[in-house]
C-alpha cells in the first residue's frame, strides 16, 4: 500500500514564471485536500475535491492559483506569475469520503527568486 | 468556525520521560475530529492520534495518548517514554463541517534531550 506522493520534492522558480504540482493520493482515497504551510505557521487549507469534483476553494486561492483532478485520481496544482509571497510548502493529504484523516505526502517546498 | 491554540511555542524533555503538549478548541459543531500530527524537519507531516468528538474513551497510539477533556475543549497529547527520534513540530488541529477540513495551530517544537 503505497502512501500519498508528491512531485516535485523541491521547485525554486523566478517570480513570474509559472509553477505546477503534482499529487498522487492514496489510491481508494475519494477525498484530496491541498494546505500550504509558510515558515512558522500552520498549514492553511487551499482547497478540496471529493472524487473529480473541487468542492470548496479558500480565499487564499486567488485567480493565479488552480487545482484539477481530472478522472478523480491525482491532481495538479498550478501557480500561474508567482510572486514571492508565493514561497513555501504545498501539503497534499487524501481521506476516504466519510472518514476523518488526512494522510499526508512529503510536500512540494516552492521558493520563488 | 473551529480555532486550535497551542500555547508552548517550545519543550524540553529528558529522554524517557514522559511529555504533555497542550492543545485547546473552538468550535459550534457538535460533531468534530481532533487530530496531532508530528512534523519532522524533512516537513512531511506524520499523523500521530485521532479523537472523535462522542468518543467516550481517550485515543491512544503506542506511546501516543489524547487526554480529552470535553468540558474544558482540551485535547492534549501525552507522549511516554520519549525519543530522540520525537524531536519535531507537533501540531493540534480539528475538522467539521462537511468539507472536513483541518484547521491547524501554530505548533509546538518538541526538543528531546540524551
Known amino acids: 500500500d503505497t502512501g500519498v506522493s508528491q512531485d516535485p520534492r523541491h521547485k525554486i522558480t523566478k517570480r513570474g514564471q509559472n509553477v505546477t504540482f503534482r499529487c498522487d493520493p492514496i489510491s481508494e482515497h475519494n477525498r484530496l485536500y491541498w494546505y500550504r504551510q509558510t515558515l512558522g505557521q500552520g498549514p492553511e487549507f487551499l482547497t478540496y475535491?471529493?472524487?473529480?469534483?473541487?468542492?470548496?476553494k479558500s480565499r487564499l486561492l486567488s485567480d493565479r492559483f488552480s487545482a484539477e483532478r481530472p478522472k478523480g485520481s491525482f491532481s495538479t496544482l498550478e501557480i500561474q506569475r508567482t510572486e514571492q509571497g508565493d514561497s513555501a510548502m504545498y501539503l497534499c493529504a487524501s481521506s476516504l469520503a466519510h472518514g476523518d484523516t488526512q494522510y499526508f505526502g512529503p510536500g512540494t517546498r516552492l521558493t520563488v527568486l | 468556525a473551529q480555532k486550535i491554540t497551542q500555547t508552548q511555542p517550545g519543550m524540553f524533555v529528558q529522554e524517557k520521560e514522559a511529555v504533555t503538549l497542550d492543545c485547546t478548541y473552538d468550535?459550534?459543531?457538535?460533531?468534530?475530529?481532533l487530530f496531532w500530527y508530528k512534523q519532522p524537519s524533512s516537513g512531511e507531516m506524520i499523523f500521530l492520534i485521532y479523537q472523535g468528538s462522542y468518543d467516550q474513551q481517550n485515543a491512544t497510539e503506542g506511546r501516543y495518548s489524547l487526554n480529552f477533556q470535553k468540558a474544558r475543549k482540551s485535547a492534549n497529547l501525552v507522549i511516554s517514554a520519549s525519543q530522540l527520534g520525537d524531536s519535531a513540530m507537533y501540531f493540534c488541529?480539528?475538522?467539521?463541517?462537511?468539507?472536513?477540513?483541518?484547521?491547524w495551530g501554530l505548533g509546538t517544537s518538541l526538543a528531546v534531550n540524551p
Open positions: 488541529a480539528i475538522t467539521a463541517g462537511n468539507n472536513r477540513k483541518l484547521i
Open positions: 475535491f471529493q472524487n473529480e469534483a473541487q468542492l470548496e
Open positions: 468550535t459550534s459543531d457538535p460533531s468534530y475530529g
